[in-house]
C-alpha cells in the first residue's frame, strides 16, 4: 500500500525547516502543511504561487516548501511520485520544474535525510495562459530512517536558464473538490497536485500517534 500527501494551499506548516542548501533563490518561499489522507479537499480551485526569476542568472528558485504531520520511526525505501501544475510568463525562461524531498526532526531543526533531490526535471514549463502538469515518475529513494515524530518536507520550485528579463513562475498548491492530477506530464487540467511513496509509511503507526483526519482548515499539526 503506497502513502499519497496533497498540497493543500489553506493551512500553514506545522514547522519551518531551513530550505535545503541547492535552492540559491528563497525571496518568495511559501510554507504550508503536506496533508496525508483524501480529506484535504475544500471549496474552491488550485492556488498558483509565483516566485520571481531573477535577470540573467541561471538558479533554482523555490516556490513551496509543504511539511508533513508527524511519520511513524521506520525506514524509508522504495519509490516516490509527484505531480503539480507549472507555467512561465516568458518563453525566454525555460524554466524545469526542480524538486527536493527530505526528511527531518518534528521541530524541522534537524535533517535526517534527503530521500530525493532533482534540480533539472521534465520539460521546459508551458505559458501562463495553458499551465499543465510536470512529474516525477517512480524515482527511486534514498533510504533514509525516521525517529519519531519525524516530518517528510516536500519542496517545489524552478530551474532557469539565465532569463533575458526580470519574471515570474507559477507553482500550483491544490484546492477544490477535484480529482486528483493524473501523474501524466503536460496535463492542462487544474487538478490536485500530490507527491507519493510506495511505501505505506502509516503502517507501523502506534496507538499513540495522531492518526490523519479529514481535513477541515486549521487542523495542521
Same mark, same amino acid.
Given at each position: ?11 500553514? %506548516? *506545522? ?16 510554507? @504550508? ?12 480551485? *488550485? !492556488? *498558483?504561487?509565483? #516566485? ?6 541561471? /538558479?533554482?528558485?523555490? %516556490? ?23 507555467? /512561465? ?18 521541530? +524541522? ?12 526535471? $521534465? ?31 516536500? /519542496? ?9 528579463? !526580470?519574471?515570474?513562475? @507559477?507553482?500550483?498548491? +491544490? @484546492? ?9 506530464? +503536460? ?12 511505501? $505505506?509509511?502509516?503502517?507501523?503507526? #502506534? ?15
Amino acid at each position: 500500500m503506497s502513502t499519497r500527501f496533497y498540497f493543500v494551499d489553506q493551512t500553514s %506548516a *506545522p514547522a519551518s525547516p531551513a530550505v535545503d542548501a541547492g535552492w540559491e533563490n528563497t525571496a518568495s518561499l511559501f510554507r @504550508r502543511t503536506l496533508y496525508h489522507g483524501k480529506g484535504h479537499r475544500a471549496p474552491g480551485t *488550485p !492556488t *498558483p504561487v509565483t #516566485p520571481t526569476i531573477t535577470t540573467g542568472v541561471t /538558479e533554482d528558485a523555490i %516556490a513551496i516548501q509543504m511539511v508533513s504531520q508527524p511519520i511513524p520511526p521506520q525506514e524509508i525505501t522504495g519509490t516516490v511520485s509527484l505531480v503539480t501544475i507549472c507555467s /512561465e510568463n516568458d518563453a525566454l525562461l525555460e524554466c524545469t520544474m526542480a524538486v527536493v524531498i527530505r526528511v527531518v526532526s518534528n521541530d +524541522g531543526s534537524v535533517v535526517r535525510g534527503t530521500l530525493y533531490s532533482n534540480f533539472n526535471i $521534465d520539460t521546459e514549463f508551458t505559458l501562463n495562459a495553458s499551465p499543465s502538469t510536470r512529474i516525477v515518475n517512480a524515482q527511486a529513494v534514498t533510504p533514509v530512517t525516521t525517529l519519531p515524530g519525524d516530518r517528510i518536507v516536500v /519542496e517545489v520550485g524552478a530551474h532557469a536558464e539565465a532569463p533575458t528579463a !526580470t519574471t515570474t513562475i @507559477r507553482i500550483y498548491t +491544490g @484546492r477544490g473538490a477535484l480529482p486528483d492530477c493524473p501523474l501524466t506530464s +503536460g496535463d492542462t487540467n487544474i487538478y490536485n497536485p500530490w507527491v507519493e511513496f510506495s511505501q $505505506d509509511l502509516f503502517k507501523s503507526m #502506534p496507538t499513540n500517534y495522531l492518526k490523519p483526519r479529514p481535513f477541515k482548515p486549521g487542523n495542521a499539526r
